[in-house]
Structure formats: structure tokens, C-alpha cells
């Protein structure tokens, strides 16, 4: 399996601060790479996929980027919508995709 | 919309089988791939396999032995089935859709269903 590993596991931020959460692969998985978002009791939602790719109706102010084996989840201007968890998944071994431990993102 | 909605037991005895359906609305199952992920509580997101609309299917290796996924194209519905199940399988279980355009990626999600393992 392919091993996914995101850091930091937890934070804690402002509103308007820029964050950025970084995911890495076991090996190169190229850019099959996505981040969702989960919130407490609710499913996770995707936000990048491709790495970098903005899913429909996503704010702007998600990006991501990376390739290979090092990729980042980057939120340019905290809004209080936006602490939850994170998660990566890789998609390049698609007999078995991987998701990392989550990112916990908290307010300060 | 693609709606996804998750149905089943929400209490299974150790060493029984777990089974779930998902039932899709909004849009057809044909020609995608249809995943079942389980979420113990405060911990992260443990994906078990997938389904194609052909029936052709990928689980993940270490629930594998364990594992049995189908679909019903007539119901647009696709099922799990987890046997022997123990207290380490207490966890929601989500259905989603995952899309394949070049990059495979989850982008439809069922609300989740608790399943709790006990006796």
C-alpha cells in the first residue's frame, strides 16, 4: 500500500491567517492527489483533486499543489467555515487508495 | 444532484455479517465506480473497495478475506457485505461515488450510517 502521511495532525489558526497543510506519498503517485474537507458529523466533501485542480463550488481561496511525492493544501484567508478536518488521498494505485491520518484544523 | 443514502442494520453481533445498501438518486449508476469508506469514531478514513457498474471490484487488501461488494443496476443500488465482523468494525460506513476522467476522485458522498459491533 501506498502510505500517506499529512502534517502538521493539528493546528491551530485565525481568521485570515494563511494556512497550509502538507501530504506525503510513500512513493511517487505523480499528481493523484486529492484533499477533502470533513466537518464534525458530516461526510467529507472534495476540494482539490489532480493536486490542483478546484472542485466546482469551492472558494478560491482553496489551493493546492505538488507533485510526486510532496503536496500542499493551502487556504490563503481563513474564514470560520473553514475549520474542520482535512484529509489527502491518493488515487494513483487504484487497486487500493489510501487516505492520510486527517489534518485537524482549530480555531486559535 | 446525485444523492447517495446508506441503509442497514445499525447493530450487528460479533461474528456476523455486516450488510449494507446504497441507493442512488439524482443521476444514473451506470458508467462509474461506487466506493464503501468506514470512519471509526475520531479517527481517520479507512477505504474497503469499489465497485464498478460491470460488477468488476477492488477491496482493499488487509479486509479483503472479509469482503463482498455487488450492485444492482435495475435499483441503481449497490451493496456491502463484511463478515466476521468484531468491535474493530464499529465505525460509520459512507457510500460515494468515485469519478474517473484521467484522475479517480470521490465526488459524491452518502451521509453515513453508525454500525456498531456488540452483543
Known amino acids: 500500500d501506498i502510505q500517506m502521511t499529512q502534517s502538521p495532525s493539528s493546528l491551530s489558526a485565525s481568521v485570515g491567517d494563511r494556512v497550509t497543510i502538507t501530504c506525503r506519498a510513500s512513493q511517487s503517485i505523480s499528481s493523484y492527489l486529492n484533499w477533502y474537507q470533513q466537518k464534525p458529523g458530516k461526510a467529507p466533501k472534495l476540494l482539490i483533486y489532480?493536486?490542483?485542480s478546484l472542485q466546482s463550488g469551492v472558494p478560491s481561496r482553496f489551493s493546492g499543489s505538488g507533485s510526486g511525492t510532496d503536496f500542499t493544501l493551502t487556504i490563503s484567508s481563513l474564514q470560520p467555515e473553514d475549520f474542520a478536518t482535512y484529509y489527502c488521498q491518493q488515487s494513483y494505485s487504484t487497486l487500493s487508495i489510501t487516505f492520510g491520518q486527517g489534518t485537524r484544523l482549530e480555531i486559535k | 444532484q446525485v444523492q447517495l443514502q446508506e441503509s442497514g442494520p445499525g447493530l450487528v453481533k460479533p461474528s456476523e455479517t455486516l450488510s449494507l445498501t446504497c441507493t442512488v438518486s439524482g443521476g444514473s449508476i451506470s458508467s462509474y465506480y461506487w466506493s464503501w469508506i468506514r470512519q471509526p469514531a475520531g479517527k481517520g478514513l479507512e477505504w474497503i473497495g469499489r465497485i464498478y457498474t460491470s460488477g468488476s471490484t477492488n477491496y482493499n487488501p488487509s479486509l479483503k478475506s472479509r469482503v463482498t461488494m455487488s450492485v444492482d443496476t435495475s435499483k441503481n443500488q449497490f451493496s456491502l457485505k463484511l463478515s466476521s465482523v468484531t468491535a474493530a468494525d464499529t465505525a460509520v460506513y459512507y457510500c460515494a461515488r468515485e469519478r474517473e476522467d484521467g484522475y479517480n476522485y470521490i465526488d459524491y458522498w452518502g451521509q453515513g450510517t453508525l454500525v456498531t459491533v456488540s452483543s
Open positions: 489532480a493536486a490542483s
